[in-house]
Nanobody
Framework: VQLQASGGGLVQAGGSLRLSCAAPRSITSVFNSYVMAWYRQAPGKERESVAS???????TYADSVKGRFTISRDNSKKTVYLQMNSLKSEDTSVYYC????????WGQGTLVTVSS
């Protein structure tokens, strides 16, 4: 299963973006069974977990994004969101959504570029 993230772009430092990730039809019937997460990978760095959300809505965040990013999910729409506020240049990365723990296949991700 490959989840496709969308909503990335170029934004100035201090700005906001909202990423979305809709589950493909192949997993819509089981989407509500999975913990979902957002990950990111900056050039030359390993992929890291950014935020995670359980089916019931409990969330966890990496220390680097706490207080700035908010993960949410709409189980009726089978979609996961990442609201990113107060963006910093170090947030520049390709962002991916996946289950937590992640499924083997990764989607293409969406590029977020924060200019200082």
């Amino acid at each position: 299963v490959q989840l496709q993230a969308s909503g990335g772009g170029l934004v100035q430092a201090g700005g906001s973006l909202r990423l979305s990730c809709a589950a493909p039809r192949s997993i819509t019937s089981v989407f509500n069974s999975y913990v979902m997460a957002w990950y990111r990978q900056a050039p030359g760095k390993e992929r890291e977990s950014v935020a995670s959300i359980t089916v019931g809505g409990a969330t966890t965040y990496a220390d680097s994004v706490k207080g700035r990013f908010t993960i949410s999910r709409d189980n009726s729409k089978k979609t996961v969101y990442l609201q990113m506020n107060s963006l910093k240049s170090e947030d520049t990365s390709v962002y991916y959504c996946n289950a937590n723990p992640p499924w083997k296949k990764w989607g293409q991700g969406t590029l977020v570029t924060v200019s200082s």
